[in-house]
């Protein structure tokens, strides 16, 4: 490899950060609206993580032949291992829906990684092309260290600011707005128990994995055909099909696949002979399962604002870890509310995407609620000085603004 290239990282990261803090200031010059410069900062952000942790453009380097048939994807780039030696090889976990198959391991989706070992890789010193020194049940309390300690410094901010599957939903929301379509909203009632089914749902997937995985933890067979074999433990039977079971309907998956397929990242024509079974029922990269799932997503995104953040089973862990006590007592990155100064309009519970309604319905201090993603969106609208504001270490990071008399 060459200078140039081993040393691409030192130039290129830091070239990024500059065009993108100038991006940012651009855009916040041009825009006039005052209840709008916010979200323009949030979507410059948006679209630079997804370069940067999506896409994994930026961080490289490129070409190296690791699985040379998928072509020049970033997954080729071990950031886990340059980090943390043999000890954590996948990447580094972080809670923003950027599928590991296709992005591979820079930034690395957590539901991925606990289901994984869990099951095939519980004991097994093999992964995906790299060794493992360390037990599964380890290398799952490296992953909930991980994203717990993201959760406590950020919460779902990461959500709202850094998630390509957000920025995804956002443009179905521009899309709609464009067509000058009204949102549809659930009911409080229907809106509290989609929040509830995130838990349910991280549960089920979880317990599936323990079923499937239960001859390497436990030494029983649960499920016919689920006995790692081969060399890298994923050849026996259903393992090789059924190996992490969420992302068998993950909408990100599929669209993280064609994405990288379409800027030439990954090879379209390898990534469609890797399918099994009839109407591509299965497949490692994409499935009509899949498929099917990104598309009812879509359509129920445009209908509804950030509709899979409502029911998405990694919001739910990062929230827990942020907004649940005794997480949320340390939590750096929270929303809170000036009592005195709200005079319950309600404009703030209306334009939350995800129709949380705690910076409507507590009294003050501490709004912050697992359905929040700190979009801001809420601070941005609000017409009273200082009636919300966004704080990380209690240091006001965004606050509300008098933009009605401001504009007189």
């Given at each position: ?59 490289g ?27 954590f ?30 099951f095939?890789f ?5 992964g ?14 490296i ?28 443009v ?32 089920i997937?979880?317990l ?14 649960l ?47 390898y ?11 299965e ?32 919001g ?12 949320k ?20 519970k ?50 509300s ?8």
């Amino acid at each position: 490899m060459s200078a140039v290239t081993e040393n691409s990282p030192f130039i290129v990261i830091p070239l990024y950060i500059v065009i993108v803090i100038i991006s940012a200031i651009f855009i916040l010059k041009l825009t006039k609206d005052k209840t709008r410069k916010i979200s323009s900062l949030r979507l410059i952000i948006q679209i630079a993580a997804v370069v940067a942790i999506f896409m994994g453009l930026i961080l490289g380097p490129f070409n190296v032949p690791l699985f040379q048939p998928l072509g020049p994807t970033p997954r080729d780039h071990l950031i886990g291992a340059d980090f943390l030696g043999n000890q954590f090889p996948d990447g580094i976990s972080f809670p923003v829906l950027a599928c590991y198959y296709p992005n591979g391991r820079t930034v690395t989706c957590p539901i991925w990684q606990l289901q994984a070992y869990i099951f095939p890789f519980w004991n097994h010193s093999r992964g995906y092309d790299v060794l493992y020194s360390t037990s599964g049940l380890e290398k799952i309390g490296i992953v909930v260290g991980l994203v717990a300690a993201a959760a406590i410094i950020l919460g779902r901010s990461v959500c709202g600011w850094l998630c390509p599957f957000g920025l995804y939903q956002d443009v179905l929301t521009r899309i709609r707005k464009s067509a000058r379509l009204r949102h549809l909203s659930f009911s409080d009632k229907n809106s509290v128990k989609l929040g509830q089914a995130r838990y349910v749902i991280i549960a089920i997937f979880l317990l599936l994995s323990v079923i499937f995985g239960s001859y390497a933890i436990f030494g029983t067979e649960l499920v016919p055909g689920t006995i790692p074999g081969g060399p890298q433990g994923t050849e026996a039977g259903l393992v090789g099909k059924i190996n992490e079971p969420f992302c068998l309907v993950c909408p990100a998956r599929p669209l993280c696949v064609l994405a990288e397929c379409a800027v030439g990242a990954m090879k379209y024509s390898y990534v469609s002979q890797i399918t099994y079974g009839p109407l591509w029922i299965e497949g490692f990269y994409i499935s009509s399962i899949n498929i099917a799932v990104l598309i009812a997503v879509t359509i129920l995104a445009l209908a509804y604002r950030r509709f899979w953040c409502r029911i998405c089973p990694l919001g739910a862990i990062t929230g827990f870890f942020s907004t649940f006590k005794p997480f949320k007592n340390i939590a750096l990155t929270k929303l809170e509310k000036n009592q005195q100064k709200c005079t319950k309009c309600g404009v703030c519970k209306r334009v939350c995407p995800t129709q949380a309604t705690a910076m409507y319905d507590m009294k003050g201090g501490d709004v912050t609620e697992s359905r929040c993603m700190l979009c801001a969106r809420c601070i941005e609208i609000c017409p009273y000085e200082g009636a919300l504001k966004m704080t990380f270490a209690r240091k006001t990071l965004a606050e509300s603004q008098n933009w009605l008399q401001k504009d007189k």
